[in-house]
């Protein structure tokens, strides 16, 4: 690439062809070092999100700045989420100021009307250490900007006064800041964290920004109220837009109101100085006239409501004329998408890495060999870089490292890696250089960051063997010595430098130090409640007794269980035929980017339909997380082949809700698709059945007058049930006579502790999606004391950022007093009430209302728990919460946060000490769960709070109870294992063998590489849970990324578990290396052949065999590194 390119006089125009892969980043990085400020208009959002972050690799000197697009369709009910206003506002303020070097933007958000400049200049102001302060003119001020006063900042735009101290989180800054006043003075001003409160550094100033895009003051609203009436016939006070703007709240959607908040509005172009050079990104012509055609057709279809008239096109957003008229003035270049004719860059030809082949790099290395200039590769992450570095390694490459794409060029070694956000590589001719991204490396298997973000998904299994929740004074369970108390975690030295041990304590005081590198050993103790856990005495046989003891019942249920699985395997189920081309066809018709754990679970149901035995699969996942497209994929093949599908859902407005999205799916398919609930007339009625009878209806929804006997399939394949647990048992037995014959689904979002443990012990087909969509946020959770401010606020909150309100007060008969007194409270809402005593009609006409946000609160009973989907409702209030259940509090917490914006979920409760001692359990459990996904997890603490027992009835509760719940789930996986597999399971270890390994060097992770106890304890956990090589490289990635590289004690932990995972096959069951010899001891008949231990021995001098189960290698080993070396080196000779 040319170092210099002569640039465009303004008005004049340039042509390039786009480089290939992320050359252009490159090419436009040098051309912003000679032009500034450069504006890049890409026709694509996810373009412009890219370049931002490839630009500053390139030219990390750079300011670059995005202004994002609202991500809200014209005229959409919602409005734009806070953090992208607070960028927009940041961005437009650095461009007004010239401290913005190169501005990228989609070309679609160039059309926008933007607020006059003068909005900005006049609402910023800036707050300095050492200033006098009048905290009531900050307030007044704060107010007139649009921010909002709260007890405690959350997000950008709020504001809090607590005496001397004021929070305040600024629009456009990452970070809240606090200030500290000494009389009216500003002693300090610090950022602090949001979610621990802890202050973080010193600032000398902060700015504060516009809290929104238009002015909400007196003037604004007159302005806004003049301009309204002027624009639209009627009466304004009609318009609940009108209204709200009128009360000081700003309505969802109001920003595609904008241009009656100013007398005239600006343009982005109005913003940019007269000498920054234009360039446009690919077909933003093609781009932007695709936008006015939506616009204008979305315009036809929503125009017509008298509630919320809507401003024609060419008042909120720029002709195209006047779009490419506004382009001239300036100097512009055109980057054309297509191939680079001129050469300039190429293509990285074919370098995938192939695990399957004996030389996995071969192509790499032919490449390499091939290239004579100099080649960078760049990993996503420093994790990534460690794992590949490594890989590279063992597999005869070792480029060097390097830090910058500077340190790059500086540098001669040939073959270099790196860290980059680069999403592809592309080579330089001119200057003989390459650069390879993982996107080349792993052709077919290409891990986006964000994307492995969303993916640590936690296995099902491993969470109840977690250790993240254990707290000092919770009781354990060590396989080999029983349940002791956890007293935390200490530091000893045994003469080889210190090492991190789990501090236990027994019956009668006795104590047990465990090495960390052994908690594989250690699980939860789930059975009775934590107090009355039964401790026992060291040594004492005792512990031995009960697990014999449990081992015997564990093999006569495992044995029963197996029948059951018999019976089921022997019957022949449906063999459903897939036509490949119509499902993926239907597949693509789906929005959304499938998450890892829905496309495992979506993959698993049509495995399970194509495989001929019946399906039973149990899918759990937390509410919102996709589960509805399972049971779609599943109701297509089910109907591509001819059969019928039955819908199952508890609640007449979930079936309707269902009716609409399976109609909308199957929309382009020739699918009949009925609805059987009271809201369908006699008629309508008898049709359906007649329809299911006779086969014309495909798929059937309802509720459960479904399974009443008198009702006909012609050729039923599918059953999907909708939340189980909400049926009753004379139902269930109904459900259970139809699982012998039909297919059978079932979704759930908190599967009913019974039901988990069956499917934890394998006996239905589980599975759990437990990752978060993209961009859903976790619900923040507050247990609070009842009281009419916090109520306000959190009601405030929410009706001014335009969204709705669930406020849930399960009393029916003083629901009508509570409506009283949130009127008085809250004279700004517009409050519906729904509650199970209202006529169906009626309940059905207030949902209806509250979904097309004709109320912005809903007073409402436990009815909502299986509600509708209201997306731009995002705050839910929860009257005494500490009379619902665990189940009941997740459901009804998950009726929010629906959408991309932050959600939260008050509990308020009577003064703490009124509370039961389980209900203040239950609420502390719900509060820890904030994580999305977490409704596996609220299964878990149910289990254990309701005590774990009755996995098939009462009888073993009392074993259960002797030896933990966990520890007696493996023995019964392990025992119905070895049954399945015609063996008997082995009573001296019935968890199947465990490797000590002691390389006498310390290894742990030290306390100045995570400080948090908690933290190390769960990481420590994760890794004994480690099952495989792969499973630590991630763990490995993940250190790498969150602490930086990993000191010498925690490569020393690592090594111990890769030995630990490799020993396991070949029956070791412990290593001990030690500076001069390594030891390796053997299980009863290990599973390798004996006649390599003899050829071993025989022909080297160092080794020899000491006992019938132990081998010896005498040899020097210094270093840990050394002792690793020789272990591995002797498996590769074992195996």
Not at 9 to 32: C, E, N
Not at 286 to 291: L, P, S
Not at 1096 to 1125: C, H, W, Y
Request: aromatic residues 8%; negative net charge.
């Amino acid at each position: 690439m040319p170092p210099r390119i002569s640039l465009p006089a303004p008005g004049k125009r340039l042509s390039f062809a786009s480089p290939h892969g992320s050359g252009d980043a490159l090419f436009l990085s040098q051309i912003a070092e000679q032009a500034r400020p450069l504006v890049i208009l890409t026709a694509q959002a996810h373009d412009a999100q890219r370049l931002l972050e490839e630009i500053r690799f390139f030219a990390p000197t750079l300011a670059v700045h995005l202004l994002p697009d609202w991500e809200t369709l014209p005229y959409d009910q919602f409005s734009p989420h806070q953090d992208l206003v607070s960028e927009r506002l940041a961005t437009l303020y650095q461009v007004t100021h010239n401290v913005c070097d190169v501005l990228l933007a989609p070309a679609t958000t160039a059309l926008y009307r933007l607020a006059p400049r003068a909005f900005l200049a006049a609402h910023t102001f800036f707050i300095k250490q050492g200033e006098r302060l009048d905290s009531d003119a900050l307030r007044a001020q704060l107010a007139l900007a649009g921010y909002t006063h709260v007890n405690q900042v959350l997000s950008p735009g709020e504001f809090s006064v607590r005496g001397g101290l004021i929070d305040l989180f600024p629009m456009g800054s990452p970070l809240p800041y606090r200030l500290d006043l000494f009389g009216d003075e500003i002693e300090t001003i610090r950022t602090f964290d949001v979610d621990t409160q802890r202050s973080i550094y010193p600032v000398k100033e902060i700015r504060l920004l516009p809290a929104r895009e238009f002015p909400l003051d007196d003037a604004g609203r007159n302005t806004f109220r003049s301009n309204f009436r002027e624009k639209f016939e009627g009466d304004p006070s009609k318009s609940r837009t009108y209204k709200d703007i009128s009360q000081g709240l700003a309505p969802a959607g109001v920003e595609y109101y904008l241009p009656l908040f100013f007398n005239e509005t600006a343009t982005l172009f109005d913003y940019l100085p007269e000498d920054a050079t234009l360039c446009l990104h690919h077909e933003v012509e093609e781009a932007v006239e695709g936008f006015w055609r939506d616009t204008q057709s979305r315009y036809r279809l929503l125009a017509g409501d008298k509630d919320r008239p809507l401003l024609p096109p060419d008042e909120l957003f720029l002709p195209l004329d006047r779009f490419f008229g506004s382009l001239k003035p300036f100097a512009r270049i055109d980057l054309t998408s297509g191939t680079a004719d001129n050469g300039s860059t190429l293509p990285v030809p074919a370098v995938q890495v192939d695990r399957r082949a004996d030389n996995p790099l071969e192509k790499l290395q032919g490449f390499a060999s091939a290239f004579t200039g100099r080649i960078l590769l760049v990993a996503e992450s420093l994790g990534r870089r460690e794992t590949m570095s490594q890989f590279l390694g063992e597999n005869g490459l070792k480029p060097a490292l390097c830090e910058t794409w500077a340190d790059f060029q500086a540098a001669s070694d040939k073959f270099m890696l790196g860290v980059a956000p680069l999403s592809n590589g592309f080579a330089l001719p001119g200057v003989s250089q390459a650069l390879i991204t993982e996107t080349e490396l792993y052709a077919t298997q290409v891990r986006q960051v964000r994307r492995r973000e969303a993916a640590k998904k936690a296995s099902s299994e491993n969470l109840l063997r977690d250790l993240s929740e254990v707290k000092v004074g919770d009781p354990v369970v060590h396989e080999q010595h029983g349940i002791g108390r956890y007293l935390g975690l200490v530091n000893l030295d045994l003469g080889e430098g210190e090492t991190e041990f789990l501090h236990l304590e027994y019956a009668g005081n006795d104590k047990l130090y465990v090495p960390v590198s052994q908690l594989h050993l250690i699980s939860r103790y789930s059975g009775a409640a934590p107090e009355s856990a039964p401790l026992h005495r060291l040594g004492s046989g005792h512990w031995e007794k009960a697990k014999k003891k449990a081992l015997k019942q564990v093999r006569d249920t495992a044995a029963e269980l197996l029948n059951l699985y018999a019976q089921r395997a022997a019957r022949q189920g449906h063999v459903f035929n897939i036509k490949p081309h119509d499902y993926e066809a239907f597949a693509a018709s789906f929005d959304f980017e499938e998450t890892p754990d829905q496309a495992a679970a979506i993959q698993a149901v049509v495995e399970d339909m194509t495989s001929g035995r019946p399906m039973d699969r149990l899918i759990c996942g937390d509410v919102g997380f996709g589960k509805t497209e399972v049971a779609l994929r599943a109701a297509f093949v089910a109907v591509a082949d001819g059969k019928q599908v039955a819908i199952l859902v508890p609640t007449t407005l979930l079936a309707e809700q269902h009716f609409l999205n399976f109609s909308d799916r199957f929309a382009d398919w020739p699918v009949k698709i009925a609805e059987l609930s009271r809201f369908r007339s006699a008629k309508e009625t008898t049709e359906a059945l007649k329809g299911l009878a006779e086969g014309k209806v495909d798929i059937v929804i309802g509720t459960h007058k479904l399974i009443q006997p008198d009702i006909q399939f012609k050729n039923l394949g599918l059953v999907i049930i909708d939340e189980e647990h909400r049926f009753g048992v004379r139902q269930k037995e109904r459900l259970k006579a139809l699982r012998a014959e039909v297919d059978v689904l079932t979704l759930t979002a908190t599967p009913i502790p019974r039901t988990l443990s069956m499917s934890l012990e394998g006996l239905r087909d589980f599975s759990v999606i437990a990752t978060a969509p993209q961009k859903r946020l976790s619900i923040k959770t507050f247990v609070h004391p009842y009281s009419e401010g916090l109520v306000r606020e959190a009601v405030l909150r929410e009706l001014k950022r335009g969204g709705q309100v669930y406020f849930l007060h399960n009393e029916v008969d003083t629901i009508q007093n509570m409506r009283e007194k949130l009127e008085t409270l809250l004279p700004e809402a517009r409050i519906g009430v729904a509650h199970g005593q209202l006529r169906e009609r009626e309940l059905e006409h207030v949902m209806r209302d509250f979904y097309q946000q004709r109320f912005n609160l809903l007073l409402c009973s436990t009815i909502i728990e299986t509600g509708i989907d209201i997306p731009s409702a995002n705050t839910i209030i929860m009257h005494r919460a500490d009379k619902f259940g665990l189940a009941q509090l997740h459901q009804l917490r998950g009726r929010v946060g629906r959408s991309h914006h932050q959600a939260y979920a008050y509990l308020l409760t009577p003064e703490s000490e009124a509370l039961t001692a389980l209900a203040k359990k239950r609420l502390e459990a719900i509060q820890m769960m904030e994580d999305l996904g977490a409704g596996f997890y609220l299964a878990m603490h149910d289990l254990e709070i309701r005590g774990a027992g009755e996995i098939l009835g009462e009888s073993q509760s009392g074993e259960m109870q002797e030896i933990g719940f966990t520890l007696y789930a493996a023995m019964l996986e392990n025992t119905v294992k070895a049954l399945k597999d015609g063996r008997e399971p082995d009573m001296e270890a019935p968890l199947g063998i465990t490797t000590e390994i002691n390389l006498h060097t310390p290894a742990l992770l030290p306390n100045d590489y995570c400080g948090d106890i908690n933290e190390r304890l769960t990481i420590y956990k994760r890794l004994a849970n480690c099952e495989t090589l792969e499973q630590l490289d991630a763990m490995h990635e993940e250190l790498v990324d969150r602490f930086g590289l990993l000191p010498p004690a925690t490569r020393a932990l690592f090594d111990t578990h890769r030995l630990r995972i490799l020993a396991k096959p070949l029956g070791i069951v412990k290593i001990d290396a030690g500076p001069d010899s390594l030891k390796v001891q053997f299980q009863p008949q290990p599973p390798i052949d004996p006649l390599k231990i003899i050829t071993l021995i025989q022909t080297r001098r160092n080794f020899k065999l000491s006992g019938p189960d132990r081998l010896m290698v005498a040899q020097e080993m210094p270093t840990a590194e050394k002792r690793m070396e020789c272990a591995l080196a002797l498996f590769k000779e074992l195996n």
